[in-house]
Each structure stands twice: as structure tokens, then as C-alpha cells.
């Protein structure tokens, strides 16, 4: 076993970098200002390796890793954006696109939304893949926030946020595969819900409209994530 | 519990069953018993007290034969005599059963055998049929709970997994990871509460080889099991058991409950310091769960979901400690290795695949049912020699073998002797052993949509790839076996393939383009025709205007 | 140099992307010296005509007169470009297509009706069961995306189509931009 004061080097896309053991590719490549698209994954929560956007490949191992939870290894190689990654992200960006209704242009986040923004980044023009247009709720029982279903890419953010920050645990997720939903408590309407706290953390790292604050019009939410590395960051003990 | 006491169990069994002049097995797993067996079992004790014949009517699991149920066995335990099976037995047959002992079988209950029993070989299914799988008693007469006690007064740990590697047993779950070297990192691992788990939650269509092995057998699995934990340095045990075994359930307790009253679980196994206890968990039927990592999530009480690997439960399993997780097959070829030896074992198979595997042989084949075979054999022995071929004079299309993982095998593969590498290279897979043979009346297109529906919906929905690409391809399956498929639609089915099978999380979702792209490698003529023809060769699919599509 | 054809079509939108494309303003005029704008709902023109190099499209594919247009507009158009979101991605258009055509018309012909409720069958093209990207029902060889795409993405299109370039947009708009 390696000690976590151990340095590591690595290459990533051909880059002589060093590490801290406790680093991820992910850690590494933002470090250093190589960018590799995210969705489920944000700092300051545990990362499920559940979007598969950020996935690398590794020489030598025949499966391709998720850069945010893959630590570095001494003498690894990684690629970060060959041709079949690029094809393999646009394509899973392309399917969120198609599983629920995301209509940007009418929605509270345009402008300000993960998903839209990643869209431009992988170059994506057009979804080829048919849409589902599904029926979904939006549940405006709460008294300050909005769930909007019709915007939700099951990134699982908020339940993370809840359990792991707040200690809440209001969030989960319900039922299977395409079925899956985020539900507060036992799937009772927001409003119902006698564990939410009302503290908003679930609005401010949803990356898309599905989580919004009420009075928001079209393109006026704008998510607040500063507290988050603050919030741990204290609660580490760190400076 | 020791040596000695096990013998002095194993010859009071003997004794007692030497009191009878014959002995009548009345097969009471799931499958005889949705015929009635319970019935049968009843009305042949009645008519044995009623003749006044030497007879001892028992309680058994499978006899394989399930085609055939309800099953009944005459065993004349100590003679030369042969044994006689009989099929299709109902209640009003008993009399007529009893009267014949001693005497010509009777003809007419004969269930057409021939060839069924040659060609397999019984390792893991040596009892099943043979004994009262609640009785430990009967167990430790076929040499039960023998290997235990080897392991625990002759060997080391070390020595216990030394003997597994050598004997070259591969997991029967499915992947085929090579058992001695999971014990081995389990053993090496760092951790002060290492655990064993037994993966019974077989959920694959047409598989019920885990569960046939948990009703006819049980102790047999938690022999392997202990075995286990005393070379892996583990004190507690799971078996986790799909709510809908019942059956297994209910004999799986009450296995737990005899083994602990005498000695075999619990603390100071055998007179050694040797602690270990186990407890049985219910799935709650999600698909998902028998994969290892969701298996554990479930256990622990949090959503089944699977994590990624590394690090593998070997390493970080249960509550973040070393686990060994294996299926129920696996630790029911344990007993056996550590009592006859590891060479013994590899003299069985291929070179890359040994021993036997337990095969649940459906679909349209004449004798349904449960078979153990040596690996190496052919596909073609399991279908046509042991299985009898497909009935009604219809032709042989394919075999799907892996569930929904596994993949679509033609004729032309049939001589294909069966190892974990050969399935892979045809494109399909061993997996955990379900074996669903189809004829010329299956549309090959249809059965793909059958296996992506089932992985659509069992899909646990945590990455993306599985829950919208499975969504994805089930859509196009389903425009295309209404004729309403399009060349582009082929396209789009072979991207997402490639995209789920290498981006999903885990092994299911990885896998489950499996039945779509082995149909695709082998029956893209019939893909072909309902796109360009609008035609189904096998006339199975219907055209239907999908007014959705325009 | 003989100048190219341009056309453009407008199905289910809301013509924003027709007021977008206006909004070149004075480019426009650079325009017509290099393309003749053949057919669209700005000029006065009846027929589609054949051989069109460029035809920009806005809107879903919603009704049945929708499909028949842009079936025809296909075989005859060279080089078919999605304008604006409804055409890329179904978009406002989409927003009904969660619910049965059949509540779709309850509500805009009878529940909200003030005079004479009641579906109409003359006139009225009948709508198809989901309002449809362009993409999803004939070959599109160009993807401008935007809600409307601004009047540069639109002139930056147009202009490399008609120079005989792949315009390169995606820095320059997305969905909803």
C-alpha cells in the first residue's frame, strides 16, 4: 500500500503531470487545465461515477475508467479526448437530451444550465436519437422551491447534497431504469414533506431547471454553488 | 462435532434407511410441486401403511426431470437392483406404485429417458433427488459436512485455497473469475470483519439452477460456505435469496437451524475456534441485485444500485471490508473438491474451464429441465442427446445461453464444446447457466426485443447509458418487429450497442446489447427482412401502423 | 457566377426565426447579390420551386400538411438546414406532445373556446400525433440551433452554405440561445 504523502506521476494526453496519491485523473486534469466533461459529479460531494461523461481511457486496462473517482497511478496514461471518447460523450449527452423534455428555450435556467452548456462543449448541433417526450410532474407544493421533472437528468445531486451536507435525506431516487425519479420522503409532495429543511441546497447544485426557486421567470435562475466547498471547507477544518 | 460424530451420524442414517426394503423419492421442488407432488408424496405414504410393504416414502428435491413432473424415484437401497424413475405420477397412481415394488416397473408412467442420464455427470447435483434436503442427517450419510471437518483439522487456510486454485474452478455466476484467486485477495486483504456472501439471487429468464440447488440441497452450500470463510478468515455470512424462492427459503432456514443446533455454524465449529454465522437476506426481485456491488448495497439496507469496481468487494465489500462473494453453484462444488481433491475435480473439463456445470435446459426442447454436464462437452450433446432434440418435428434454430447478458448461438455453432472462453468467442457467454433452445417459430429480431425489454426494465436507471440506451434500443426493436424499422434505425441499434456496451457502469448494463448484437452476428437476414421486406421469416411479428412514427 | 437558390419555409414555429433572419438588416442586400430567394413566407411566391440549393426551415413537423411539405421540400432542395430550435428540436411545438392530440384540441377548441367550441375539420390542417424535428422525418444536412438563432449564426450560415463550406456553429449558438 502507498502512503498519501507518496507523488505520483502520470501523463494525461501525452502531459508529464505529478499527483498526490488521494488525487483523481479528474483532480489532475482540472489542475492543470485539461478539460473533461462532468455532470453527476461536483466537488464537495461523493461522486457516484454514474453519467459516464468523464470517462478515459487508460493504457493498459481494456475498459474505459471514470475520471472522477479513478486515483492516479504511478506511470498511468490517459487519454482524455480521442475520437471514440469524443463520439461516446455526444452521444450520452444526446440521450439525456431525449429522456425527458428539455425545452430550453422556455426554461428557467436557459442560459445558466449544466446540461445546456456541456451540450455546446461536446458540439452538439442536433440530437439524433428520437425524443421521448414523456409526461412528467412539477411539483410547485413547496413553499419556496420548484420541482420541475420535465428538467431532471437523474445526475442525483440533490439526494447527495441532502443526505451528505444537510443530513436531511429527503431526496431519493424511486423506481427503475427509465422510471427512475427523484422523490422527497416516501414520494410525497414536496410541500408534504416533513424533513426538508426549506435550506435550498438541492436547488443550488441541480444543474439544470428541474430544481428552481419560485418567481423565476425564463432564464432568470441563476444557481448559487460558492457555499459548497465553503460549507466543507469549514467543516474539514481547513483554512 | 467431530469426526467421529460424524460418522456415528452417517451410519445411524444408513441403519435406518437399511430397516426399508425400498425407498420411494417423491420430488418436492418448485417444479413437481406446481404439480402436485405434495399430493403424490401423500398418497403413496398412505398406500405403502396400507400394503404393509417395507417402504419408505421421502420427501426429495429435483430429479432434473422437470418436463416429466410430478417425479418419482425407486430406490432399492441395498441391492444391485435398478433404480426406476417415473414420470408425469399422479395421486391416483400410488396404489398401482406400491403394488409394482419388487416387481415389473410400470410402463405406462415411464417417462422416455433414454439418453437423458448418459452423457451427464453429477457433482453439484449428487443428492438432489436422492435426499431429504431438511434432513442433515441424510446430508452426512453422502459424506456431508466430511469436507468441513478435513478443512478444519487438517489444513491450513492456506492449504484450503491452494487446493481450490489447483482445482481450477472458475465462478458460476456468470463470469467465470477463477475462484482461488477471489479467496486468495479476500485472505490477503486488510480487514477486521471480513464476510462471505453467497449470491443466490438468480434472475435470469429461464435459469433455476440456484434455486433448485438451495431446495434439494442446502447444506451442501453452507458446507462451501464455511469452508470458505475458514480459508478467507471470515466470521459472518449473507446468503441473499430472491423473495420469490420461497421454497428455498423456507429449506434454506431450516437448514440454518440444524446445522446451528449441531454444531456447524455459530461459535467453536467442529471443537475448533474456528466462529462463524450466517443469515439469509431477502431480495426484493430487482434483476440488478444478484450483480456483486448492488447485491452488497442491498444488504447494507441502501438502494440496489451497483457502485463501480475497482475497488472490488475483495477488497471493499460489506460495510467497506475485504468480501468474498460467490454463487450458490460455486460453493456447492467446494464440498466435493476438498473431499475428493482438486485433481479429481481438474480431470474434469477443459483446459481452461473444469468440472461440471448445472444447466437449465427450456424452450423448445423435448426434456425440460436441470442438467450437470462436464464442461467440454457440446452444445449439441446438451440439446439433442440429453434435451432430445426439438419436439414436434420442428428445426433447430438457435440456443440462447447467459440470459439476458448472454447471446443467441446458430446451428452451425452447435459442435461448439461448451468453456467459459468458447461462449465468449461465439458471442454469447456461459453466464449462470440458463439455456433456452428456439426453433424455426422464433423470430430471432423478437427475441432480441424479449431480452432488451427484460434489460429495459430492470435497468437500475443509476448511468446513463443503460437507462436511456436500453430505452433507446428497445424503442428500435419495437419498430422494427412492427415493420415499421427503417435502414437508419439498424444504424442507430449498432451505435447504441457499441455505446452501452462500453460506457455502462456495470456488468449488466455492459452486457446487455449481448442478445442484440449475437442475433445481429448470426441472423442479420432476419433483421433485414422485416426492414426491407416488411416481412417476419418466422411469423411471429405483425405489422402495426405506429402512429407515433410518421 | 450565376446566383444560387434560396428558399425558406415556415411549419410549426413562431417566425421568430423568420424575424431573426431579418434582423440581418443591410446584409441582406449583400445577400441577394450572391443568392435569389426563390420561395418563403416573406415573398410572393406559390409554388416550391425545383432545384433550390438552400432552403432554411423553421419550425416542427406538427400537422399533416407539415409532412407533405417538407417531404416535397426535400426532393427538391440540394442542401436542407434546421433553423431555430423548433425545427432542431421540436422545441415550443414539442410541449404537447406528452399528452393525446385529441386533449390537445379539447383544450384549444372547446375548454378555452368563447364562440362556437367545437374542433374544426375544413381549413385546419389535422395535426400528427407529436410535433416532430425536422430531422426525425426527412435528411437534414444542416443543424442551426438557437431560440431564434441571433442574425450573425443565421448570416455565418448562409453565407458558408452559399460559398460551398460546412458552417462551423456550435460556438456560436445552442439550444435556447
Redesign the interface.
Known amino acids: 500500500m502507498t502512503q498519501s504523502g507518496d507523488v505520483k506521476t502520470l501523463k494525461i494526453d501525452g502531459r508529464d503531470l505529478s499527483a498526490r496519491a488521494d488525487e483523481t485523473i479528474l483532480d489532475i486534469a482540472r489542475e492543470n487545465g485539461i478539460s473533461i466533461p462532468t455532470m453527476c459529479e461536483l466537488e464537495g460531494l461523493s461522486s457516484?461515477?454514474?453519467?459516464?461523461l468523464c470517462?478515459v481511457e487508460v493504457k493498459g486496462s481494456n475498459k474505459?475508467l471514470?475520471a472522477c473517482?479513478t486515483r492516479a497511478e504511478e506511470g498511468m496514461e490517459v487519454t482524455t479526448n480521442s475520437e471514440r471518447l469524443v463520439n461516446?460523450r455526444r452521444?450520452?449527452v444526446e440521450?439525456?437530451?431525449?429522456?425527458r423534455?428539455?425545452?430550453?428555450?422556455?426554461?428557467v435556467s436557459?442560459?445558466n444550465?449544466e446540461l445546456?452548456?456541456l451540450?455546446?462543449q461536446v458540439?452538439?448541433?442536433?440530437?439524433?436519437?428520437?425524443?421521448?417526450?414523456?409526461?412528467?410532474e412539477v411539483d410547485a407544493s413547496q413553499d419556496r422551491f420548484i420541482a420541475d421533472h420535465n428538467r431532471c437528468?437523474?445526475c442525483t445531486r440533490c439526494v447527495r447534497v441532502c443526505d451528505e451536507i444537510e443530513g436531511a435525506h429527503t431526496w431519493?431516487?424511486m423506481?427503475?431504469?427509465?422510471?427512475?425519479h427523484v422523490v422527497t420522503d416516501l414520494h410525497d409532495a414536496w410541500g408534504d414533506s416533513a424533513s426538508c429543511t426549506s435550506c435550498g441546497k438541492c436547488v443550488q447544485v441541480c444543474p439544470t431547471g428541474a430544481l428552481s426557486e419560485k418567481g423565476r421567470s425564463v432564464a432568470e435562475m441563476h444557481k448559487r454553488r460558492q457555499f459548497l466547498p465553503y460549507l466543507t471547507m469549514m467543516r474539514e477544518g481547513h483554512e | 462435532m467431530n469426526g467421529e460424530e460424524l460418522q456415528r451420524i452417517a451410519s445411524a442414517a444408513l441403519d435406518e434407511r437399511k430397516k426399508f426394503d425400498y425407498e420411494v423419492n417423491v420430488c418436492m421442488g418448485t417444479g413437481c410441486l406446481s404439480q402436485h407432488s405434495d399430493h403424490v408424496r401423500d398418497s403413496l405414504t398412505k398406500a405403502a401403511e396400507a400394503s404393509g410393504k417395507s417402504c419408505h416414502v421421502r420427501r426429495t428435491g429435483c430429479m432434473g426431470l422437470c418436463a416429466a413432473g410430478p417425479m418419482v424415484l425407486i430406490e432399492p437401497p441395498l441391492t444391485e437392483q435398478a433404480e426406476v424413475r417415473y414420470g408425469h405420477v399422479h395421486e391416483s397412481d400410488a396404489t398401482e406404485i406400491v403394488d409394482s415394488l419388487g416387481g415389473e416397473p410400470i410402463a405406462r408412467l415411464n417417462p422416455q429417458l433414454e439418453g437423458y442420464f448418459k452423457g451427464q455427470h453429477h457433482v453439484v447435483l449428487e443428492n438432489s433427488g436422492h435426499i431429504d434436503p431438511e434432513k442433515l442427517d441424510e446430508y452426512v450419510e453422502h459424506d456431508g459436512y466430511k469436507a468441513l471437518i478435513r478443512a478444519l483439522t487438517e489444513m491450513t487456510p492456506r492449504q484450503v485455497i491452494a487446493e481450490i486454485a489447483a482445482s481450477g474452478l472458475r465462478g458460476r455466476g456468470g463470469g467465470g473469475y477463477p475462484t482461488g484467486l477471489k479467496w486468495d485477495t479476500v485472505a490477503k486483504a486488510n480487514g477486521a470483519q471480513k464476510c462471505v456472501i453467497c449470491n443466490g439471487d438468480e434472475g435470469d429468464p429461464g435459469a433455476f439452477m440456484d434455486r433448485s440447488v438451495l431446495e434439494s440441497d442446502p447444506h451442501r452450500v453452507i458446507e462451501g460456505m464455511l469452508i470458505a470463510a475458514y480459508a478467507v478468515g471470515a466470521q459472518e455470512g449473507y446468503i441473499y435469496v430472491r423473495a420469490e424462492y420461497p421454497l428455498a427459503v423456507q429449506r434454506l432456514t431450516a437448514a440454518l437451524r440444524e446445522a446451528r443446533r449441531r454444531g456447524f455454524i455459530g461459535k467453536g465449529i467442529c471443537e475448533t475456534t474456528f466462529n462463524f454465522d450466517i443469515d439469509i437476506r431477502l431480495g426484493a426481485g430487482a434483476f440488478v441485485c444478484g450483480e456483486e456491488t448492488a447485491l452488497i448495497a442491498s444488504i447494507e439496507g441502501q438502494r440496489g444500485t451497483p457502485r463501480p469496481r475497482p475497488p472490488y468487494p475483495a477488497v471493499r465489500g460489506l460495510w467497506g471490508e475485504p468480501t468474498l462473494i460467490n454463487n450458490v453453484e460455486t460453493y456447492a462444488n467446494i464440498a466435493p473438491i476438498i473431499r475428493k481433491g482438486a485433481q479429481w475435480f481438474s480431470s474434469m473439463g477443459t483446459e481452461r474451464s473444469k468440472g461440471t456445470k448445472v444447466f437449465a435446459l427450456t424452450g423448445k426442447v423435448r426434456r425440460t429441465g436441470l442438467v450437470e454436464v462436464p464442461m467440454g462437452i457440446t452444445l449439441r450433446q446438451v440439446v439433442f442427446d440429453i434435451g432430445g432434440g426439438v419436439p414436434d418435428g420442428k428445426k433447430f434454430k438457435a440456443v440462447q445461453t447467459g440470459g439476458p447478458s448472454g447471446g443467441c448461438i446458430p446451428e452451425e455453432y452447435l459442435d461448439l464444446s461448451i468453456s467459459y472462453d468458447a461462449l465468449i468467442s461465439a458471442g454469447s457467454m456461459m453466464g449462470s447457466g440458463g439455456m433456452i433452445v428456439m426453433d424455426e417459430t422464433s423470430c430471432m429480431v423478437d427475441v432480441a426485443k424479449y431480452f432488451m425489454d427484460f434489460c429495459m426494465t430492470e435497468s437500475c436507471g443509476k448511468c446513463v447509458p443503460c437507462r436511456v440506451g436500453t430505452y433507446q434500443m428497445h424503442r428500435i426493436l419495437n419498430a422494427i418487429t412492427t415493420m415499421n424499422g427503417t435502414a437508419k434505425d439498424l444504424a442507430m441499434l449498432e451505435e447504441l450497442c457499441d455505446l452501452v456496451k462500453h460506457t455502462s457502469l456495470c456488468g449488466l448494463g455492459q452486457s446487455s446489447p449481448n442478445p442484440v448484437l449475437s442475433t445481429l452476428r448470426y441472423f442479420k437476414h432476419e433483421y433485414l427482412a422485416h426492414i426491407e421486406e416488411h416481412r417476419c421469416p418466422a411469423g411471429v411479428c405483425k405489422a402495426i401502423a405506429e402512429g407515433e412514427r410518421v | 457566377m450565376s446566383r444560387k437558390k434560396l428558399a425558406t419555409v415556415w411549419l410549426d414555429g413562431c417566425s421568430g426565426c423568420h424575424m431573426s433572419f431579418l434582423d440581418m438588416d443591410e446584409r441582406l442586400i449583400e445577400l441577394v447579390g450572391k443568392a435569389e430567394l426563390v420561395y418563403s413566407p416573406l415573398v410572393d411566391n406559390k409554388e416550391f420551386p425545383p432545384d433550390v440549393d438552400v432552403t432554411l426551415v423553421e419550425g416542427a413537423v406538427s400537422s399533416e400538411e407539415d409532412l407533405h411539405k417538407i417531404r416535397a421540400i426535400r426532393a427538391r432542395t440540394k442542401c436542407l438546414v434546421s433553423l431555430g430550435d423548433c425545427s432542431v428540436t421540436a422545441n415550443v411545438p414539442g410541449m404537447r406532445n406528452p399528452f393525446p392530440v385529441i386533449a390537445v384540441y379539447d383544450r384549444a377548441y372547446r375548454e378555452t373556446a368563447t364562440l362556437d367550441p367545437g374542433v374544426p375539420n375544413e381549413v385546419v390542417p389535422r395535426l400528427l400525433p407529436h410535433a416532430r424535428p425536422v430531422h426525425e422525418v426527412v435528411a437534414v444536412d444542416v443543424f442551426v440551433p438557437g431560440c431564434p438563432p441571433s442574425a450573425d449564426v443565421i448570416y455565418e450560415a448562409v453565407t458558408a452554405l452559399l460559398e460551398g463550406r460546412h458552417p462551423e456553429l456550435s460556438a456560436m449558438t445552442r439550444f435556447g440561445a
Do not use: W
Open positions: 457516484p461515477g454514474a453519467c459516464r470517462l474505459l471514470p473517482i461516446y452521444m450520452i440521450l439525456l437530451f431525449t429522456e423534455n428539455h425545452v430550453c428555450s422556455v426554461c436557459n442560459g444550465c445546456q452548456a451540450g455546446q458540439g452538439l448541433t442536433h440530437v439524433h436519437f428520437p425524443y421521448r417526450f414523456p409526461k412528467e437528468i437523474l431519493d431516487v423506481g427503475r431504469g427509465i422510471e427512475s
